[in-house]
């Protein structure tokens, strides 16, 4: 009998509790190793399959000292989960986006082929460029990177704005905490993106692309590196796109640290070799992006859904998600969390379902008392508004947002005055510093909510936060200051004791 | 790293030059730059405008801008622990806290770093960070004391 095939994760995740050290474990045993993406099933990484006749067999929290074990056939007891694919975990997905991650050798364009790749840059090669603009407008694919503004119509922008050099750029900076489906989605199945961003060149008349990569992302630097290599010796960049006529070069850019480089222009402004500084708005990167140029800009995810919208139809994206919130969403589960990692689902699941049924409770075992829903900028819902469907504007109707889908629960003994002053604190570091209400709004609320927590004056300082909550929200240049008030209030709003707490304390010990 | 004074500069305009043909060289200049030699000194600012034509100006505020171009020697073992809200939701403020402590104290080692970042995208499995620049999750006291056990 050969040597059976036996998947380990190369995903940052898994490598960060030992999956390396297990890979190679694995070698020194003789396996045929290959190194995947996740399946995000994060709880259990390591998580290895061995390849057999009823399909690929998992291991899960498999340490360097079981790989003869799970080799031999003796870690099923220990550690065995059954066929992967048949686990009520997945099976009870929609993966669209995530279908190859976790499955294929991110590293090799053969294999990516196998599993579907390359139908939809295909497909779009065959379609004039407005006809693929309309195929995505038909999709009702929205931006996936927090503002769900719909993809089609920012193409057409570009499509249509008159100029001989235009540019797609791919905004990977996901610095959002509790968010890493564009991490795991591009270190697991890269030349998705890659197909994504030229099918994109082509529908707006680009002839070059940049992807704007978070420098806390190194495995994913290196994967999508490694893979845009490896596409443009296959002809699937470069010149003459499969004998299409497409030019099209593609660079990857690793950013430096700033978390405001997630912010669309200031994203432009860091590319063009510049402190990432927010730009006034119009014009939008639509007509003058990248140079003066213009600029297509998508999230991963955007990008990543737009290679299965050109090879399914449109109309086949849409029928998926519920209003006006089409086609697949990644959510992310993170934080206090017993069972964490991605989950996709078409729009309209609740957040209960989410956190309870796919992630099992909290890890601590304690009662989750809220859940941030939409990355550092988004609201605090409490366990008594988790039935809110996930979608755009059924979250905006509750004062929540989507963002970019990552939630992140908290169990009881969370201090929410804390949380809402470390919102404050990380807009204070974080502020670009181009405009005063945030620059300054950010610091103030620090000192703001210090004298809460304090017991200071405090009804007469919950005063005070909100009114700089509104200036902040209505003066700031873009969603860094102009969000931050949105974790803040919904924190007073929803755990009013947690501010109060102190006051009555103060209260008790010695009159004012 | 000890790298003489000449020596660096022409290292320095080397890496510069070989990013001129792209477009926006700055980042990825810099970036080499604390590649190679382990921070941005005020002389490789003016070796990195001349080259580029850019302004000193432009170039300052460029490095001051960003966190990752640090403008000192980084200390010999560094560890960056996430302070974002999902590490903070598994106890990653007390971990901050006390690595801080730990290493103030000489704890960790001679000349060891203890730095914050914000979000290493590993959220699931907090509370994460990164030891000597290799990732690590559900870090504890006790297993970053076992990490770090060849500092000492």
């Given at each position: 009998?050969?040597?059976?095939?036996?998947?380990?994760?190369?995903?940052?995740?898994?490598?960060?509790?030992?999956?390396?050290?297990?890979?190679?474990?694995?070698?020194?045993?003789?396996?045929?190793?290959?190194?995947?993406?996740?399946?995000?099933?994060?709880?259990?990484?390591?998580?290895?399959?061995?390849?057999?006749?009823?399909?690929?067999?998992?291991?899960?929290?498999?340490?360097?000292?079981?790989?003869?074990?799970?080799?031999?056939?003796?870690?099923?007891?220990?550690?065995?989960?059954?066929?992967?694919?048949?686990?009520?975990?997945?099976?009870?997905?929609?993966?669209?986006?995530f279908a190859r991650v976790g499955v294929v050798d991110p590293?090799?364009?053969?294999?990516?082929?196998?599993?579907?790749?390359?139908?939809?840059?295909?497909?779009?090669?065959?379609?004039?460029?407005?006809?693929?603009?309309?195929?995505?407008?038909?999709?009702?694919?929205?931006?996936?990177?927090?503002?769900?503004?719909?993809?089609?119509?920012?193409?057409?922008?570009?499509?249509?704005?008159?100029?001989?050099?235009?540019?797609?750029a791919c905004n990977f900076d996901e610095g959002d905490s509790g968010t890493f489906a564009d991490r795991m989605v591009v270190e697991g199945d890269p030349f998705t993106l890659i197909e994504g961003m030229t099918i994109a060149a082509y529908a707006v008349g680009a002839s070059e692309g940049y992807v704007y990569i978070r420098s806390e992302y190194p495995h994913a630097v290196a994967a999508l590196r490694r893979a845009i290599e490896a596409a443009y010796t296959h002809g699937y960049l470069g010149r003459d796109v499969l004998g299409s006529g497409l030019d099209f070069?593609?660079?990857?850019?690793?950013?430096?640290?700033?978390?405001?480089?997630?912010?669309?222009?200031?994203?432009?402004?860091?590319?063009?070799?510049?402190?990432?500084?927010v730009r006034a708005k119009p014009?939008?990167?639509?007509?003058?992006?990248?140079?003066?140029?213009?600029?297509?800009?998508?999230?991963?995810?955007?990008?990543?859904?737009?290679?299965?919208?050109?090879?399914?139809?449109?109309?086949?994206?849409?029928?998926l998600g519920t209003g006006r919130s089409r086609g697949t969403q990644i959510f992310q589960l993170a934080g206090n969390i017993k069972q964490g990692g991605i989950v996709e689902l078409p729009f309209g699941v609740t957040l209960r379902e989410l956190i309870e049924e796919y992630g099992g409770g909290t890890l601590s075992g304690r009662p989750a008392r809220a859940a941030q829903v939409g990355g550092p900028l988004g609201a605090y819902v409490p366990?008594?508004?988790?039935?809110?469907?996930?979608?755009?504007?059924?979250?905006?109707?509750?004062?929540?947002?989507?963002?970019?889908?990552?939630?992140?629960?908290?169990?009881?003994?969370?201090?929410?005055?804390?949380?809402?002053?470390?919102?404050?604190?990380?807009?204070?570091?974080?502020?670009?510093?181009?405009?005063?209400?945030c620059r300054i709004g950010s610091t103030r609320g620090v000192e703001t909510l210090d004298r809460i927590i304090a017991g200071q004056d405090v009804d007469a300082n919950l005063v005070l936060i909100d009114d700089l909550c509104d200036t902040m929200t209505k003066g700031s240049l873009c969603a860094m200051g102009g969000l931050t008030p949105m974790p803040v209030q919904s924190a007073i709003r929803h755990f009013p004791e947690d501010f109060r707490g102190s006051a009555i304390r103060e209260g008790e010990g010695a009159p004012a | 790293m000890t790298v003489a004074t000449s020596e660096r500069a022409a290292l320095v305009r080397a890496i510069a030059a070989q990013h001129l043909s792209e477009?926006?060289?700055?980042?990825?200049?810099?970036?080499?730059?604390?590649?190679?030699?382990?921070?941005?000194?005020?002389?490789?600012?003016?070796?990195?405008?001349?080259?580029?034509?850019?302004?000193?100006?432009?170039?300052?505020?460029?490095?001051?801008?960003?966190?990752?171009?640090?403008?000192?020697?980084?200390?010999?073992?560094?560890?960056?622990?996430?302070?974002?809200?999902?590490?903070?939701?598994?106890?990653?403020?007390?971990l901050y806290d006390a690595t801080r402590d730990a290493a103030g104290g000489g704890r960790l080692g001679e000349d060891v770093e203890v730095r914050e970042v914000f979000c290493l995208g590993n959220c699931a499995l907090g509370p994460s960070g990164t030891v000597d620049g290799r990732l690590h999750g559900r870090l504890s006291t006790q297993r970053l004391d076992s990490l770090t056990e060849d500092w000492r």
């Open positions: 009998m050969s040597t059976p095939r036996v998947f380990v994760p190369a995903d940052a995740a898994a490598v960060s509790v030992g999956a390396d050290e297990v890979a190679i474990a694995f070698e020194a045993v003789g396996a045929h190793v290959v190194r995947t993406g996740s399946r995000g099933m994060l709880w259990l990484e390591p998580l290895v399959e061995v390849e057999t006749d009823a399909g690929r067999i998992g291991y899960a929290n498999v340490t360097a000292d079981d790989a003869a074990a799970v080799l031999a056939g003796e870690a099923s007891d220990s550690h065995g989960i059954g066929v992967v694919d048949q686990h009520p975990w997945l099976t009870s997905q929609q993966r669209v986006s590293a090799s364009v053969a294999d990516y082929e196998a599993y579907g790749g390359w139908k939809g840059l295909r497909r779009a090669l065959s379609l004039s460029p407005a006809e693929v603009v309309q195929e995505v407008t038909d999709s009702g694919l929205r931006g996936r990177g927090g503002a769900g503004f719909p993809a089609g119509i920012k193409w057409k922008t570009v499509l249509e704005a008159p100029s001989d050099l235009k540019f797609v070069d593609l660079h990857v850019r690793v950013g430096a640290g700033a978390y405001i480089c997630g912010e669309e222009s200031s994203m432009l402004e860091s590319l063009e070799g510049r402190r990432g500084e014009p939008i990167p639509a007509i003058k992006g990248l140079w003066g140029r213009p600029t297509a800009v998508n999230n991963v995810l955007t990008l990543c859904a737009v290679p299965m919208v050109l090879a399914e139809g449109g109309a086949a994206y849409a029928e366990a008594s508004g988790f039935d809110v469907p996930m979608a755009y504007e059924e979250l905006a109707e509750t004062g929540a947002m989507l963002g970019h889908g990552g939630i992140v629960v908290f169990d009881d003994t969370v201090d929410m005055a804390r949380m809402a002053r470390f919102a404050m604190e990380f807009c204070s570091i974080e502020s670009c510093g181009k405009c005063t209400p | 477009r926006g060289p700055l980042l990825p200049v810099l970036h080499d730059v604390v590649e190679e030699l382990g921070y941005v000194a005020r002389e490789d600012v003016e070796a990195i405008a001349d080259v580029l034509n850019l302004s000193v100006a432009e170039v300052h505020g460029v490095v001051s801008f960003y966190h990752d171009f640090r403008t000192t020697p980084p200390a010999t073992h560094t560890v960056a622990l996430c302070r974002g809200e999902a590490c903070q939701s598994v106890g990653a403020e007390a």
